[in-house]
């Protein structure tokens, strides 16, 4: 019995604690009837997929196969007797109370006990009767209701609550201790709270979505800082490899020149030296013959000789050479060393040898916002638009400060980073810290933006235009009113409509605001966020022969 009784367990469906019928092993290995374990997913509030026995969790849910063979072992072993279950077990179906002792395939209960809160089949029964001392605990006949529901003095099913005593009881506590206390149907006081345990948690989702986002973005902000310090090293790096080619091609260029020098002034020299040579050479020649005309006795040999000499005047006023002072290439040297001094003075005050200071993430820590324009022109930052990004059907004027949509294609040389299909514009400057512009539009309508460099440029869709995607923020300035878009979200702004809009951005503070600026600056519209990368502002013109100018504010 005990053998059979083993096997029928393990062919049993711990779901409908019957035979499996067109059994399913799901990936951890245990196995259940097809339609039970479909409906156990089906019907779970949180539609996740996982085993009702060991709680492993499966995502995506997993295509469900009928196990052929478990299959045919099922039917094998009903054949041979084993579905037939003895009458004296008396296993607990779907409708019964289910013995709480049982291990495997549980009987069904008989008596459930008050004190012990558990149900017993016959033989467990038997067993807790055995003890004197749980042999005066109260039984009672098995009910579905939960024992916790079950009055321990009365005997009765608890379906009131008593609010005084903040407890549930049943309708004969009520005409006892409990009388005159505040009641409500138990139902009804569990509803409330599950309603109150519902927004709680609601509120706590919302509250784990806020932090996990803010992991995320924390994690963006750490890749972005790691994506710029690489960047920066792999620049600096290139910066310096050419700063010194262009040293040793300097050096190179001036040992030329020297050596160029050197040799042109020795060859002079030496030609000198060789006249000089000469000259001597002659002059001794001539001196050999004058010492010897000196020392004739004959004279009239001696003035035959003597008058056939040249004029001995050209040999008293011998010509010197003019010699110039030499520097010794002094002046080279001068201009080198001049050269280093300079090089000195711009990396000891350049920036590159400043130590880099990375901005850390303190929540709340900031200075005051400004509130008049005055305290805004403090932030002032000089916006020109980059002709690389620019739409053809745009033109670029007042030194690219300016951008007016036309009809007629303008002139640009091709460039990946221009917009083809949406009539749109980027910056040159990338924006970071805290910095304030303005701008005047003119024409139906122009949308003001914000944007991460990575904005798609090609075609119409929408991961090009701005405002209709996660990495830009639009303000749209048209006649009659103003809508901020962000992420294919619209938001209609109340208030005036002006014809010069003030923008002001704190990209560590994650904020970002829109003025109406007439006489005094009216906040249209405020954006409260987290950035993760430098922001260029954009352009879109809606309409022909509108315009975008970024005023020079003083």
């Given at each position: 019995?005990?053998?059979?009784?083993?096997?029928?367990?393990?062919i049993s469906c711990s779901i409908c604690l019957d035979f499996l019928k067109d059994p399913v092993t799901i990936a951890c290995g245990h196995s259940y009837c097809m339609i039970c374990i479909k409906q156990s997913w089906d019907t779970d509030e949180k539609k996740v997929c996982k085993c009702p026995q060991c709680r492993i969790t499966f995502t995506p849910r997993p295509v469900l196969v009928k196990n052929v063979i478990l299959a045919e072992l099922v039917e094998d072993l009903k054949k041979t007797g084993l579905q037939t279950a003895p009458a004296d077990h008396c296993y607990a179906g779907p409708e019964d109370v289910a013995c709480d002792v049982c291990t495997g395939r549980k009987m069904k209960a008989v008596k459930s006990c008050l004190v012990c809160l558990n149900s017993f089949c016959e033989n467990h029964l038997e067993?807790?009767?055995?003890?004197?001392?749980?042999?005066?605990?109260?039984?009672?006949?098995?009910?579905?209701e939960s024992l916790h529901s079950i009055c321990s003095r009365h005997d009765e099913v608890m379906k009131i609550f008593c609010r005084t005593?903040?407890?549930?009881?049943?309708y004969l506590c009520l005409m006892d201790e409990h009388k005159g206390h505040e009641t409500v149907p138990a139902a009804a006081e569990m509803a409330e709270k599950k309603k109150k345990l519902h927004l709680t948690r609601n509120q706590i989702q919302r509250n784990i979505q806020d932090q996990e986002k803010d992991v995320k973005l924390l994690q963006q902000e750490v890749e972005a800082i790691n994506h710029s310090a690489n960047k920066a090293v792999e620049d600096s790096e290139k910066i310096f490899t050419e700063l010194i080619r262009l040293l040793q091609k300097r050096s190179s260029d001036v040992k030329q020149q020297i050596r160029s020098q050197q040799e042109t002034e020795v060859s002079h020299i030496k030609?000198?030296?060789?006249?000089?040579?000469?000259e001597i050479a002659d002059l001794k020649w001539k001196d050999a013959e004058l010492e010897q005309l000196s020392h004739t006795e004959d004279h009239n040999q001696f003035f035959l000789n003597y008058s056939s000499l040249p004029d001995l005047n050209e040999f008293v006023h011998s010509q010197r050479i003019c010699m110039h002072p030499w520097k010794n290439f002094k002046d080279v040297i001068a201009a080198v060393s001049e050269l280093r001094d300079q090089l000195q003075d711009i990396l000891a005050n350049s920036r590159t040898n400043r130590s880099v200071e990375v901005s850390k993430v303190e929540a709340l820590k900031s200075e005051p916002e400004p509130k008049t324009r005055n305290e805004f022109l403090k932030?002032?930052?000089?916006?020109?638009?980059?002709p690389n990004t620019v739409n053809t059907k745009l033109l670029l004027s007042e030194g690219n400060r300016k951008v007016t949509r036309k009809n007629k294609k303008q002139f640009y040389?091709?460039?990946?980073?221009?917009?083809?299909?949406?009539?749109?514009?980027l910056s040159r400057e990338s924006l970071t810290g805290r910095c304030y512009w303005e701008v005047e539009w003119t024409g139906r309508g122009v949308g003001v933006a914000v944007s991460y460099k990575n904005i798609s440029r090609a075609g119409l869709s929408e991961k090009c235009e701005f405002g209709m995607n996660e990495i830009s923020w639009s303000f749209d300035c048209r006649t009659n009113s103003c809508t901020i878009y962000h992420n294919r979200v619209e938001t209609p702004v109340p208030g005036p409509v002006s014809s010069r809009l003030g923008v002001y951005l704190d990209h560590r503070a994650g904020i970002l605001c829109f003025y109406s600026v007439s006489g005094t600056m009216t906040l249209l519209h405020r954006v409260q966020t987290r950035f993760t990368r430098p922001l260029y502002v954009g352009v879109w013109l809606f309409y022909v022969d509108s315009s975008a100018e970024f005023i020079k504010v003083k």
């Amino acid at each position: 019995m005990a053998h059979r009784g083993d096997w029928q367990e393990k062919i049993s469906c711990s779901i409908c604690l019957d035979f499996l019928k067109d059994p399913v092993t799901i990936a951890c290995g245990h196995s259940y009837c097809m339609i039970c374990i479909k409906q156990s997913w089906d019907t779970d509030e949180k539609k996740v997929c996982k085993c009702p026995q060991c709680r492993i969790t499966f995502t995506p849910r997993p295509v469900l196969v009928k196990n052929v063979i478990l299959a045919e072992l099922v039917e094998d072993l009903k054949k041979t007797g084993l579905q037939t279950a003895p009458a004296d077990h008396c296993y607990a179906g779907p409708e019964d109370v289910a013995c709480d002792v049982c291990t495997g395939r549980k009987m069904k209960a008989v008596k459930s006990c008050l004190v012990c809160l558990n149900s017993f089949c016959e033989n467990h029964l038997e067993t807790h009767d055995d003890d004197p001392e749980l042999k005066k605990h109260k039984l009672v006949n098995p009910s579905k209701e939960s024992l916790h529901s079950i009055c321990s003095r009365h005997d009765e099913v608890m379906k009131i609550f008593c609010r005084t005593d903040q407890q549930c009881i049943c309708y004969l506590c009520l005409m006892d201790e409990h009388k005159g206390h505040e009641t409500v149907p138990a139902a009804a006081e569990m509803a409330e709270k599950k309603k109150k345990l519902h927004l709680t948690r609601n509120q706590i989702q919302r509250n784990i979505q806020d932090q996990e986002k803010d992991v995320k973005l924390l994690q963006q902000e750490v890749e972005a800082i790691n994506h710029s310090a690489n960047k920066a090293v792999e620049d600096s790096e290139k910066i310096f490899t050419e700063l010194i080619r262009l040293l040793q091609k300097r050096s190179s260029d001036v040992k030329q020149q020297i050596r160029s020098q050197q040799e042109t002034e020795v060859s002079h020299i030496k030609d000198l030296q060789e006249k000089l040579k000469e000259e001597i050479a002659d002059l001794k020649w001539k001196d050999a013959e004058l010492e010897q005309l000196s020392h004739t006795e004959d004279h009239n040999q001696f003035f035959l000789n003597y008058s056939s000499l040249p004029d001995l005047n050209e040999f008293v006023h011998s010509q010197r050479i003019c010699m110039h002072p030499w520097k010794n290439f002094k002046d080279v040297i001068a201009a080198v060393s001049e050269l280093r001094d300079q090089l000195q003075d711009i990396l000891a005050n350049s920036r590159t040898n400043r130590s880099v200071e990375v901005s850390k993430v303190e929540a709340l820590k900031s200075e005051p916002e400004p509130k008049t324009r005055n305290e805004f022109l403090k932030y002032s930052q000089e916006i020109t638009l980059d002709p690389n990004t620019v739409n053809t059907k745009l033109l670029l004027s007042e030194g690219n400060r300016k951008v007016t949509r036309k009809n007629k294609k303008q002139f640009y040389p091709d460039h990946p980073d221009r917009f083809t299909g949406v009539y749109q514009v980027l910056s040159r400057e990338s924006l970071t810290g805290r910095c304030y512009w303005e701008v005047e539009w003119t024409g139906r309508g122009v949308g003001v933006a914000v944007s991460y460099k990575n904005i798609s440029r090609a075609g119409l869709s929408e991961k090009c235009e701005f405002g209709m995607n996660e990495i830009s923020w639009s303000f749209d300035c048209r006649t009659n009113s103003c809508t901020i878009y962000h992420n294919r979200v619209e938001t209609p702004v109340p208030g005036p409509v002006s014809s010069r809009l003030g923008v002001y951005l704190d990209h560590r503070a994650g904020i970002l605001c829109f003025y109406s600026v007439s006489g005094t600056m009216t906040l249209l519209h405020r954006v409260q966020t987290r950035f993760t990368r430098p922001l260029y502002v954009g352009v879109w013109l809606f309409y022909v022969d509108s315009s975008a100018e970024f005023i020079k504010v003083k």
